[in-house]
Each structure stands twice: as structure tokens, then as C-alpha cells.
């Protein structure tokens, strides 16, 4: 992980930018990458590069960056890591290329200078870059296929600037701070903030797996250059039958967790007493791994009890001769870290606290880099919705489907059973969003429906948010083209909507503020073409059964069994307690965490406004 | 898109109109013709009270007034002709102009100028200027107000700044002076509507502060050219604050006068609100004149953000003036140059260029 940023005033009537908005944009991200920083200035100062870095391959200083092609005309900032980065370099060094470092770096360079824009489709990795091309007087930016790493823009019609976190463009101090509707509304409806959108309008994310070409005229259009929906319906037209799934899924996870290992630092992992950080575990030592050190987290309150993930993550520890590091967290150390959570927040997230407390963990062992189970859920349909959607759709979609008729029966349960109303709003939503995908899945997604925004939020805002917006379009455009299979389809909604939005960008911010680089081999588009034609056919449970197999050493019986029923947090309580408890009352135990979830959306905005005394978000 | 593609004006004027919207499109669409990025432009105006040359390659066709009749001929013109590219010069007209692109299938350029695209317009407009593939701006802050209201892929909406006229150079103004009565004296102007309703120009602000400027050892004069209903008001603003005897209403004055006036002058100041971009602010600098304006909308593009000319403070105004004043007028050789390099014809012409470009090439 590293922080990079630049500027480039490409408007004829723009002035050079200050030195110092790029120091203080990049220094703002002094987490990032606390190794070493770097700034670069064309000969005109029109375009200005900065880079703050977390060493983790080629620790030595001819790696730093910016770092200039040999011929002086291609300059890079490069937040990520290029896996296949050996591979690369003995393929360029056969077409007569010459390194000087032995940094995935400098093949981006290389791969700049032969295959121009589509170097892209050679990369497998995270990554958040920019090329300056002196000749071409223009800069190349692109952004990995599931938007692991972030990219944050801003244009302002003379300036283009750019930064790896929104926060560290507004400590430049020359970017309009005047709000975005679409980014406060898509807040509300999904507890993150929907790329390409932040809470600023004059601030926006490249997209994942997007290229941007900015020249004279400014930044043009981000260009699209790989679609998770398209490598799932090109899977389908070449199904693999059930059988194939676990040797897919054994092939394909080693061959991702391998890929994931490169570094010249240690690689440790966050365990839970789930498949996915276990299975992982076990491919480490398959990939060839000796020493590894696992981090557990686990709570007071649950010592001792069988919501404790502790006993079981050593089990599986010892099981793969892995040293195991646990790390209890007590409600009082929830509470004194609260402040620092939202300090670190690059934009407004219902989550991430767990992750902060793991990844503070990883730091005090002494670790740069971490490999987490994100994305399994994801990939191998692990979460509920892979049923629940299908069956919302079979057994309401119809009803859904008749103009008005939601309209109808949210309006006249309203009227005769308000309460009911109010404690369930996602029951009425059924009738009026499950006839699509994309309202199904805002319905299993959504804090508040579009419907309720009005009543929480100025209402000005409200609509014009939803119109800039357009939630149900925007997910519905993310299935295009259709993924041809149920599993496929909620498959590409989780990945590109919650996962991306959600616990990529978590992961990010949470990691940057301890200086640690978490990686997610399960979040790999080389893995995710490989399993596109046996996706089709995963039944409930297989695709985790699959995952306990992949290493040689399986995952034991009793893990596997046990992490089925799942384990509480309790942060969520502790959330609740954090802004001063709820007096709704509600049916369940999901209802309850919903309308927790609710409130502790609107502490986190009100908490981040308050603690930059900006932007003005208008919730209420 | 056709590399040569023939475009369809519709504007309120261009070539023979007065003000600031119609030199805008007057430079625009000539640079347009001069680059060759256009085979043909048909300009349609609903008004052109003055004479002018018709450049090559564009031809512009009687005014029509009325609303109804313009859009009849507009309508009637357009179809019958090939279309590849629609200009719009003024927001208002974007419904008629995106109506025609769509008939056509023709590309939509829409271009905003100020105040007129500064508040939400109406939602016909709105949804016009929306499905616009290109939208020009004169400066940052009338493109931010655009986006404020506008969903459209921002990479669609680009700053072209207005431009200077050559003919605006730095000379002798002693002679002017002398005509004036103004030898000994320092010269504060300001060249500008005095438009009743809007009233945003700021002579008001710097009649008010001519006290404060007196008291601080300057004997000026300050010039006001232009014409508009709130002269009288101005007039009596000036007898109120006991400097009539310091201010002069020149109302509205020829090509070369103006020229001679802004190189005379010590100082140009417009603490306008109001500017969408502020071609006076150009006019005064590429005659050597130093400016000074707000620190809001679009001056600030005219000053380079203090870079070419100061840029402050409503409050700081007077306090601005009186140390400007104090300070010997800078090289004017350098600042008109300066004006040039940035905003100049040939700057504005690439400018231009660059843009359909974009267009052309797709965003």
C-alpha cells in the first residue's frame, strides 16, 4: 500500500500548481506509506506527481517513486501490487527491456511504453496508478478490475487533481468542499457511499477497472477495460458441471494465494474461525510458506463462551503449524479508538471496525502485510442473499411487477398500521422492489429505501440525490450483460456494489491508517475467470465446501461444521451503545441490527461532519 | 462524426450583436471557421442590430425576434440542410437546439455563459443541456454551477474562456488624458452595463469608497463607461457620498475610444458579483492597465486567481484601491503580454480546437 497523488493544470489559461497543495495532499496520507515520499515536477511545473511509500517489494531507494522511465519520458506513481510481476519482467526482459530495480514498478514503465493503454489486460493485482507521458504532455490512470485499490479525482475545468484518498485532496485546500447529493443519498440507501460518487461534488472515484486519459482538453470519459458481469456471462456459455467445482476451486485459490505471497516482508493473515481465512491459511503452507503468523481477533465478552472464535482459529492454527497471535477486544479499547475511526474515515462507512481492530493487531505484531478472507462470500455465494433474492423474486416479484401496487400497499399499511410501517419497512419494500434484480437487491442491501430518504434527510436533497443517482438503474447497469445464472447475477451485485463500496474501501482506509497492506486473494479476476463456468452451477454450501478442500490438508471437519452456523460480534451492540442505545421497538434480532445500522449511519455522518466542521450534509 | 462537419448556430446574436454573450459566440464560432474544424456554419440570430463582415465560411441569416417565428425558421432551416454538428449559444434556446440535434442526429454543443446558467433553470432546459455531448463554459465557476444542477458526465463539460480582441494593445495615453482633463489626476474606470435590475457590476462599491481613497492622499477621478438605467441612481449615490465632482459618466463610447480610455487609465476596477468570466477585465489588461475585480465567480478566471490581476474581498476593496494606486503602474508591455499568453486569440483558437476534438474523437 502507498500513497500517491498529482496535479496537472492543462487548461492554456491555468497557473503552475503550489508546491505546496501537492506536499500537503501527499503528506495527508502520511499513513499510507510511512517508508519514504518522493515529488516530481515537469520542466513547465504543469503537472506535479507525489508518492508516499510502504516499502514491501524492492525495500531499497532506487525503488522509490515518482520514478522516471530511462528515456526520461514516462513517470509513475503506483499505489498496489502487480502479482504477476516475475512473469511480467521475464517477458519484457525477453523483448530486450533493461531494469534497474527489481520493483513492480518499473514494469509498469515498460508495459507503458510497449502496449500504451492496454497494459492494463497484462496486470493481475491491486493497483492505483498514473503516467505522465512528457511527450504526449498527458497522464494515463487505471484502476484495478474490482477497485481494491482507490483512486480519487477532481477536475475543476483548468486543474485535474488526483489522490488515493478523498480527505487527502481536500487538505490541498483548493478543491470545493459543496456537497453531493447522489453521495449523501447513496450513503443513506447503502451505508457506503457508491462509487463514482463521494459525499463532495467536485470529488469523484475512477471507477474500478476503468482507464482515464487526461490531455489539453482535461480528463475525457473513464474507459471501461474489464466487467465482472461480462467474465461471468462469458463463463456461462461454457458451464462446467457441479463436479468440476472443487478441483476449480482448489487450482484456482492456490494459484491465487501463491500469486498473493510476493514480497520481500513477511505475509501474515487474519484468521477467523471461518472457511475462508482457514482455507487461505492452508494454501499459504501449500504455496510454500514456512513461518506464518496468523492474527485473531476476539472479544471479552465472549471468552469462554461458543460465540469465541479464539479456540477454534487455534485450532486450525496448530492444525497448519502456523503461529497463532489472538488479541482480545474489550468495549473500552471499542470506545477509546471510536475518535481515531472516524479521524481515518476517508468517507462516510457503516463498518470497518473490526477490520481496524485486527489490522491494529497485525501492526503491533509487527506485520506490513496481511492475506484476508474478504471476497469468499462473494465468490462462492456464502451470504444469504444468493437465496433470499431468487425467492423474493419467485414469491413477490409478481406483485411487484403490477404498476402501482407497492405504491398502493405501502400507503395503506401506512395509514392502518403505521407502527408496523416504521419497524418493518423492508417487508412493505418487497411488494414494490422484488420484481428486479437491482430492487431486490436494494432491498437486501439498503439501509433506507429510496422512499424513506425524504423523512431523514432535507428532502431537496433527497430527490435531487436520487435523481443524480438513479440507484436502481446504476445496479442494474452492473448486469450487463446478464450473467445468464441466479448465483452469477447476485454473484456481480455483491462484488460490485457491496463488496467494492463497502469492505474493499474499508479495508483500505482501515489498513492505510496502521500502515499495513492487506491482501484478498479471493477478490483475483485471474480466480474469477477461472471459476466463471463452474459459478453457474454452485448449489447453497458448495462453494464453501469446496474452498475447506483446496488445501491439500483440508480444513477440519468440526471448522467447517461450526463456521455453517456463524459467530456474533459485538460491536454492533457496542455501536449502538456508542450513540446512546435504541429505544425502537422491534420484532427481531435482523430487524434490530437493521435499525442500529440506521442510526449508527447517520452518528458516522454527523461524527465526520462535525470533526472537519465540513461538508454540509443536511442530515437531519 | 463527419471530420469536417457543417454546424447549425442558434443563438440570441453573434456577428453584429452587442455584449458580452455575442462576442463570446462571435469568437467561438470564427475561431471555428478559422482552424477549419468546420466546413460550413449557419448562424440563425434573434437579433444583429449592427453591421459587420461575414467571415469566410460561415453565413449568418436575418434576424428573426419572435420566439415562435425564430423556432419555425429554425426548425425549417435545419431540416432541409445537412447537420452534423448543433451550437447553442445561450441556455435558454437549448430545448430548440436539442430538438434539432435530435432530428438531425446531429452532435449538441451547448455553451454557457453566466448568470443565465448560474441558477437551476427549468427542467426542459435542464434535460436539453443534459443530453448536450458537449457543454462549454466560460469560466470554472459558471462550469460548477452547471454541474450543480446538471447530471452529465462532468469530462462533458469544459472550460473554453473568453478572448480579447487585438485590437486591445498598450499605447500613449497622455493625449486622452489631456482631453479629459485628467493630467494630474489617478484614474480609476470601470467599463460595464449599469443594468437596473441586476446592479451587480459594483460602481456602486467604488463610488462609496472614493472618500477613503481621497483621505488617503489620492486625487482621483474615477471614469464610468457604459450605458443602462441605473445611472441615475449611481448619480445619486455619488452626490450623496460628496464625490460627484470625482466621477464621470461617459456612457457608451466607440472601439478606439475604449481602447484609449483602458490604456489611461491607472487602474481598471469592476467589483462585479456577477461576472461570468468578465471580458472587460482582459480588455483593460491587454492595454496595460492593471485590474482589479472580486474574488467570486467567474473574475477570477479573468484575474488567473491574482496571477494576472488582484483579486479580493468586498470589504478590502477600498483598502485595494488606495495601495494600488500608491504602487507605479506595472509594465504594461509585460502584463499585456501576459493577457496574451493566456487568453489571447491563437490561445482561445487551440482552445477551441482542442475542444471539438474531443468531440469529434468522442469524449
Redesign the interface.
Known amino acids: 500500500m502507498c500513497g500517491i497523488n498529482g496535479i496537472v493544470a492543462y487548461?492554456?489559461?491555468s497557473?503552475a500548481p503550489e508546491e505546496a497543495e501537492l506536499l500537503a495532499t501527499r503528506d495527508a496520507m502520511r499513513a499510507r506509506g510511512p517508508d519514504g515520499s518522493g515529488a516530481w515536477w515537469s520542466a513547465d511545473r504543469h503537472c506535479g506527481l507525489g508518492h508516499r511509500r510502504l516499502s514491501i517489494i524492492d525495500l531499497s531507494e532506487r525503488a522509490s517513486q515518482p520514478m522516471t522511465s530511462d528515456d526520461g519520458r514516462f513517470v509513475v506513481v503506483f499505489n498496489g501490487e502487480i502479482y504477476n510481476y516475475p512473469q511480467l519482467r521475464t517477458e519484457l526482459e525477453t523483448d530486450g527491456a533493461r531494469f534497474r530495480t527489481t520493483s513492480d514498478t518499473e514494469a509498469l514503465l515498460h508495459l507503458y511504453a510497449r502496449h500504451g493503454a492496454e497494459m492494463v489486460h497484462r496486470l493481475r493485482g491491486m493497483f492505483a496508478f498514473a503516467i505522465w507521458d512528457q511527450a504526449r504532455r498527458g497522464l494515463f490512470l487505471a484502476r484495478d478490475p474490482y477497485g481494491i485499490k482507490p483512486l480519487y479525482t477532481a477536475?475543476?475545468?483548468?486543474t485535474f487533481r488526483f489522490a488515493s484518498q478523498v480527505k487527502a485532496l481536500l487538505a490541498g485546500g483548493h478543491i470545493?468542499r459543496?456537497p453531493e447529493p447522489a453521495g449523501i443519498v447513496g450513503f443513506h440507501l447503502f451505508g457506503s457511499v457508491p462509487e463514482p460518487f463521494t459525499l463532495y461534488?467536485?470529488i469523484?472515484a475512477l471507477p474500478a477497472g476503468h482507464t482515464q486519459w487526461v490531455d489539453?482538453?482535461?480528463?475525457?470519459?473513464?474507459k471501461p477495460f474489464s466487467n465482472l458481469a461480462e467474465v461471468l456471462a462469458k463463463g456461462a456459455t461454457n458451464p462446467a458441471p457441479a463436479a468440476e467445482i472443487p478441483e476449480r476451486v482448489r487450482v484456482g485459490v492456490l494459484d491465487s494465494v501463491r500469486a498473493h505471497l510476493l514480497a520481500d516482508v513477511e505475509v501474515g493473515i487474519f484468521l477467523s474461525a471461518g472457511v475462508d481465512s482457514g482455507a487461505l491459511l492452508g494454501c499459504m503452507r501449500d504455496a510454500g510458506q514456512r513461518a506464518i503468523r496468523a492474527i485473531t481477533l476476539a472479544f471479552e465478552e465472549f471468552r469462554g463462551t461458543s460465540e469465541d472464535e479464539a479456540p477454534l482459529a487455534a485450532r486450525t492454527c496448530e492444525f497448519y503449524g502456523a503461529h497463532h497471535v489472538v488479541r482480545r477486544l474489550s468495549k473500552q479499547e471499542f470506545f477509546e479508538d471510536l475518535p481515531a475511526i472516524l479521524e481515518a474515515m476517508d468517507q462516510p462507512s457503516i463498518d470497518g471496525v473490526n477490520t481496524w481492530f485486527v489490522s491494529k493487531v497485525a501492526k503491533e505484531a509487527g506485520l506490513k502485510v496481511a492475506l484476508s478472507g474478504l471476497g469468499g462470500d462473494e465468490l462462492l455465494g456464502g451470504y444469504p442473499s444468493f437465496l433470499d433474492l431468487p425467492r423474493w423474486r419467485r414469491q413477490f416479484g409478481l406483485f411487484a411487477a403490477v404498476p402501482g401496487f407497492g405504491l398502493l400497499a405501502r400507503t395503506l399499511i401506512g395509514a392502518v398500521a403505521p407502527g408496523f410501517s416504521h419497524a418493518r419497512p423492508k417487508v412493505l419494500g418487497l411488494l414494490e422492489h422484488s420484481s428486479s434484480w437491482a430492487g431486490s437487491y436494494l432491498l437486501r442491501r439498503g439501509l433506507f429505501l429510496p422512499h424513506e430518504l425524504p423523512e431523514i434527510m432535507d428532502p431537496d436533497i433527497a430527490r435531487e440525490g436520487l435523481?443524480?443517482l438513479k440507484p436502481l438503474r446504476r445496479l442494474a447497469a452492473s448486469l450487463m450483460p446478464d450473467p445468464s445464472s441466479d448465483v452469477a447475477r447476485v454473484c456481480v451485485l455483491e462484488s460490485a456494489h457491496y463488496m467494492r463500496n463497502q469492505l474493499l474501501r474499508d479495508a483500505d482506509w482501515v489498513g492505510m491508517a496502521h500502515s499495513l497492506e492487506i491482501r484478498v486473494p479471493l477478490v483475483d479476476f485471474t480466480l474469477l475467470r477461472a471459476l466463471a463456468p463452474a459459478i453457474p452451477a454452485l448449489t447453497p454450501g458448495a462453494g464453501k465446501a469446496a474452498l475447506a478442500k483446496a488445501p491439500t490438508v483440508p480444513l477440519p471437519d468440526e471448522i467447517v461444521t461450526r463456521a455453517k452456523t456463524g459467530f456474533n460480534v459485538p460491536t454492533g451492540e457496542w455501536m449502538n451503545a456508542a450513540i446512546g442505545g435504541g429505544s425502537d421497538s422491534v420484532g427481531d434480532a435482523l430487524e434490530a441490527k437493521g435499525l442500529v445500522s440506521r442510526r449508527w449511519s447517520r452518528a458516522v455522518l454527523n461524527g465526520m461532519a462535525s470533526a472537519s466542521a465540513q461538508p454540509q450534509v443536511h442530515a437531519s | 462524426m463527419n471530420p469536417s462537419p457543417t454546424m447549425f448556430a442558434v443563438v440570441t446574436d453573434a456577428l453584429g450583436g452587442h455584449g458580452g454573450i455575442a462576442q463570446y459566440n462571435r469568437d467561438f464560432l470564427r475561431a471555428l471557421a478559422d482552424v477549419g474544424a468546420v466546413s460550413s456554419i449557419t448562424i440563425l440570430p434573434r437579433q444583429a442590430p449592427d453591421v459587420f463582415v461575414m467571415p469566410e465560411r460561415i453565413r449568418q441569416t436575418p434576424a428573426r425576434r419572435g420566439r415562435i417565428v425564430y423556432s419555425i425558421a429554425a426548425l425549417r432551416r435545419a431540416l432541409f440542410r445537412p447537420v452534423d454538428l448543433v451550437f447553442c449559444g445561450h441556455l435558454f434556446m437549448a430545448p430548440l437546439a436539442a430538438l434539432i440535434a435530435r432530428l438531425k442526429g446531429a452532435k449538441l454543443i451547448v455553451q454557457a455563459h453566466g448568470v443565465e446558467a448560474w441558477p437551476r433553470p427549468s427542467r426542459l432546459q435542464r434535460a436539453a443541456l443534459e443530453s448536450a455531448d458537449l457543454v462549454l463554459?466560460v469560466?470554472?465557476y459558471t462550469?460548477?454551477a452547471v454541474?450543480?444542477w446538471a447530471?452529465i458526465?462532468?469530462?462533458?463539460?469544459?472550460?473554453v474562456?473568453n478572448t480579447v480582441e487585438k485590437a486591445f494593445t498598450p499605447g500613449d495615453g497622455s493625449t486622452t488624458r489631456a482631453v479629459l482633463g485628467v493630467e494630474n489626476k489617478r484614474v480609476l474606470l470601470t467599463v460595464g452595463r449599469m443594468d437596473s435590475r441586476q446592479r451587480y457590476k459594483g460602481q456602486d462599491r467604488v463610488i462609496t469608497a472614493i472618500p477613503y481613497i481621497v483621505a488617503q492622499g489620492h486625487d482621483v477621478e474615477y471614469l464610468v463607461v457604459g450605458e443602462g438605467g441605473d445611472r441615475a441612481r449611481l448619480e445619486a449615490l455619488a452626490r450623496d457620498a460628496g464625490v460627484s465632482e470625482r466621477v464621470r459618466f461617459l456612457g457608451a463610447i466607440g472601439l478606439q475610444s475604449l481602447i484609449e480610455i483602458y490604456r489611461m487609465a491607472d487602474l481598471f476596477v469592476m467589483p462585479s458579483t456577477g461576472e461570468g468570466f468578465g471580458i472587460a477585465f482582459l480588455e483593460a489588461m491587454a492595454s496595460g492597465t492593471p485590474a482589479l475585480g472580486l474574488d467570486v465567480a467567474g473574475a477570477r478566471?479573468a484575474l488567473?486567481?491574482g496571477?494576472l490581476g488582484t483579486a479580493v474581498s468586498e470589504a478590502e476593496i477600498p483598502v485595494t484601491i488606495a495601495r494600488l494606486l500608491a504602487q507605479p503602474k506595472p509594465d504594461p508591455g509585460a502584463l499585456a503580454a501576459a493577457v496574451q499568453g493566456?487568453?489571447g486569440r491563437e490561445?482561445f483558437a487551440?482552445?477551441v480546437r482542442?475542444?471539438l476534438?474531443?468531440l469529434i474523437e468522442g469524449?
Open positions: 487548461h492554456s489559461a497557473s477536475n475543476d475545468g483548468w470545493s459543496d461534488r467536485d469523484r489539453a482538453a482535461g480528463p475525457r470519459e473513464p435523481r443524480r | 463554459c469560466s470554472r462550469r460548477a454541474l450543480s447530471t458526465a462532468p469530462e462533458r463539460v469544459l472550460v474562456s478566471d488567473a486567481d496571477e493566456r487568453f490561445t487551440a482552445g482542442t475542444a476534438n474531443r469524449t
